[in-house]
Nanobody, 123 residues
Framework: QVQLVESGGGLGQAGGSLRLSCAAS????????MGWFRQAPEKDREFVSA????????YYADSVKGRFTISRDSAKNTLYLQMDSLKPEDTAVYYC????????????????WGQGTQVTVSS
């Protein structure tokens, strides 16, 4: 059974940095896409970033482009999201997800979700 466990959230300051991790288990992810998503209070869940587990292209929402970096460590089966130049509007619960189709992750078509980790950015 696929399990995704996020960690690394917490309180950050505007202009600061946080790094999220997502430990993945339950299958071989080499042919799958992995992504980060977030949901702010009283807002819909939205796409943040995605990457093919095998490497290659990365995708970002316009709101985080140039500030966030997605990466993965295949040896550790872990997905990361490095978040720099944080803004208060980055405050949300962050989820990782996996899918067979990276192109549809922007539309939140995800096969498995993690439980989420809270990120709060103070001004």
């Amino acid at each position: 059974q696929v399990q995704l466990v996020e960690s690394g959230g917490g309180l950050g300051q505007a202009g600061g940095s946080l790094r999220l991790s997502c430990a993945a288990s339950g299958r071989t992810f080499s042919n799958y896409a992995m992504g980060w998503f977030r949901q702010a209070p009283e807002k819909d869940r939205e796409f943040v970033s995605a990457i093919m587990w095998s490497g290659g292209s990365t995708y970002y929402a316009d709101s985080v482009k140039g500030r966030f970096t997605i990466s993965r460590d295949s040896a550790k089966n872990t997905l990361y999201l490095q978040m720099d130049s944080l803004k208060p509007e980055d405050t949300a619960v962050y989820y990782c997800g996996t899918s067979t189709n990276i192109a549809t992750m922007r539309r939140l078509r995800v096969d498995f979700w993690g439980q989420g980790t809270q990120v709060t950015v103070s001004s």
